[in-house]
C-alpha cells in the first residue's frame, strides 16, 4: 500500500501545482504552457503508476497504456514550448502545433487495436505501438530537446551562471538556465525507462521509490521557479520577496519597492505611461507631476559620479561604486539591476540604495539612465550619422523608443533636437 501512494506522489504533486498556478499565476505569460505541460506530465505518470499497479492485461493497465500514447509523445514539444515563452520568443502560428499529430496517430491507433478485441495479430500490434513505438517516439524527442538545450546555451549570452553558484553563493542564475538544470533529472529517468524498454515502476520497489522522489522533486522545484513568470534572472532573494509581498505585511513595501525598481528596468515603453496615467489619477494633489527631472539629474554623469560629498560615510563603498561605473561601465549592460551592483560590492542591496540616494538625491533606476545618457551624448558627438538604435544599443538601451523617451526625459530634449543645438554653439 505504501509503495502505491510512493508512486503516485508525482501525480500528486501535478495536480497540486495545475491548483497553485490557477490560483495564483493566472496571470502570467507562461501560465499556459506550464499548465498543459503539469497536464499531460500528469497523465503520463498517472498511466505508469496505473500500469505498474494493475494486472497486466486489465481494463485499467490497457486504459492507462492507451493515455501514455498520448500525452508521454507532448511532454517534450510542451517543455520546449515553455523554454521559448521564457526566451521571449514568439510561437510560428499553426506550425507550432504540428507537433500534435504523431500522438494523436498513436492515441487513435491505440484506441482502434483494443476495439478490435486483441486478436493474435492485433494484440502484437499492441504491444508493439504501446512498447517500442512509443519509447522510439520520446527517444527522437528527448534527442531534439537535448539538441535545443545545446543550441539555446550556446547561441544566447544571456544565460550566466550555473546552479551550483545559484544554490551554494546565493548567485544570480538566468531563470531558462536554471529550468533547463532542473529538467534534465526527470528526464533522465525517462531514459532510463526508455533503456529498460518497460515501465521503470516495476523493477525493485526501492528503484522505483527513488524514481518517484527525483521526479517529485523536481517537479516542486520547476513549478515554484515557474511562479515567476518570464522574469530573466532569478535569485535566492527573489523567493523570499514572492513571499513577503503575499503573506508579510512588514517586508511588503521592501518588496513593492523591488519589483517596482525591475518594472522600471525591463518595462516598455507603453507599460510605463499606462503606469503614469495610473498614478496620476490616484494622486489628488495636482503640484505632483511623475516625469519631472531636476535640473541637477541632467548634469553630466561623470561630473556627478566623481563629486565624493559627506553625506555619506562608507566613502570606501562610495568609491567601488564610482569605480563600477566609470572604470567597468556597469551601467551599459542594458539588463543592470540594484543585487547585480551589489553583488559586485559584496554588500546589501538596501545598503547600496540608500548609498545611491544619499549620494545622489535620485534612484538607482534614475541614476543608470542618467549616466546612459551622458554616455549617449557623447557618442552621438562622435558618431554624428549614428542611427538611433545603434546609439541606444551602444548606451545600454534595450530599445531605440526607450532611449528617445529617456534621453527627453533627463535634458528636456530629443536627441535629433540637443544634437541640433550641440552644432548651432
Known amino acids: 500500500m505504501a509503495y502505491t501512494l510512493f508512486i503516485f506522489l508525482p501525480v500528486a504533486t501535478c495536480l497540486f501545482w495545475v491548483v497553485v498556478h490557477s490560483m495564483l499565476a493566472s496571470r502570467t505569460e507562461t ?10 506530465t500528469g497523465i503520463y505518470l498517472f498511466s505508469d503508476a496505473c500500469h505498474a499497479t494493475s494486472a497486466k492485461g486489465s481494463l485499467l493497465d490497457t486504459g492507462s497504456l492507451i493515455a501514455s500514447l498520448f500525452a508521454g509523445p507532448c511532454i517534450i514539444p510542451l517543455i520546449i514550448m515553455y523554454m521559448q515563452k521564457l526566451l521571449h520568443r514568439q510561437h510560428r502560428g499553426w506550425m507550432s502545433m504540428l507537433w500534435i499529430i504523431v500522438p494523436t496517430m498513436l492515441f487513435t491507433g491505440g484506441i482502434l487495436l483494443y476495439i478490435l478485441n486483441f486478436e493474435a495479430r492485433i494484440g502484437k500490434a499492441f504491444d508493439f505501438i504501446t512498447g517500442p513505438a512509443l519509447h522510439g517516439v520520446l527517444a527522437v524527442e528527448l534527442i531534439i ?16 551562471g550555473n546552479v551550483f553558484s545559484f544554490v551554494l553563493k546565493g548567485k544570480p542564475i538566468s531563470l531558462v538556465r536554471l529550468q533547463m538544470d532542473i529538467i534534465i533529472i526527470p528526464l533522465l529517468v525517462m531514459v532510463m525507462r526508455i ?33 515567476l513568470g518570464v522574469r530573466s534572472r532569478v535569485a535566492w532573494s527573489d523567493f523570499r520577496y514572492l513571499i513577503r509581498f503575499n503573506y508579510n505585511r512588514e517586508g511588503k513595501f521592501m ?32 503640484d505632483w507631476q511623475p516625469g519631472e527631472i531636476d535640473g541637477e539629474v541632467a ?9 565624493i560629498p559627506n553625506s555619506w560615510e562608507d566613502e570606501s563603498l562610495l568609491a567601488n561604486f564610482q569605480g563600477l561605473m566609470m572604470d567597468k561601465k556597469l551601467f551599459l549592460q542594458p539588463r543592470i539591476t540594484l543585487d547585480d551592483v551589489a553583488d559586485e560590492l559584496h554588500s546589501n542591496k538596501t545598503y547600496v540604495s540608500k548609498m545611491v540616494n544619499s549620494t545622489y538625491k535620485m534612484g538607482f533606476p534614475e541614476l543608470i539612465n542618467t549616466l546612459r545618457v551622458d554616455y549617449a551624448e557623447q557618442y552621438i558627438l562622435m558618431h554624428r550619422e549614428a ?9 545600454g538601451f534595450l530599445s531605440a523608443s526607450a532611449f528617445n523617451t529617456i534621453f527627453k526625459r533627463v535634458t528636456g530634449v530629443t536627441p535629433r533636437v540637443w544634437l541640433a543645438s550641440m552644432d548651432a554653439k
Open 195 to 227: 533503456i529498460f524498454s518497460d515501465n521503470l515502476y516495476t523493477a525493485e520497489h526501492g528503484v522505483a521509490i527513488a524514481s518517484a522522489a527525483v521526479i517529485t522533486t523536481s517537479l516542486f522545484l520547476f513549478a515554484i521557479n515557474a511562479l
Open 387 to 395: 542611427k538611433q538604435s545603434e546609439v541606444a544599443k551602444n548606451s
Open 31 to 40: 501560465y499556459p504552457e506550464f499548465l498543459f505541460l503539469c497536464i499531460v
Open 255 to 286: 518588496a513593492a519597492d523591488r519589483m517596482l525598481n525591475e518594472l522600471i528596468n525591463e518595462a516598455d515603453e507603453e507599460t510605463l505611461k499606462d503606469i503614469l496615467d495610473k498614478l496620476r489619477d490616484h494622486f489628488v494633489n495636482n
Open 299 to 307: 548634469q553630466l554623469a561623470g561630473q556627478k559620479l566623481n563629486i
Open 145 to 160: 530537446l537535448l539538441i535545443y538545450f545545446i543550441r539555446t546555451l550556446s547561441f544566447n549570452k544571456i544565460l550566466p
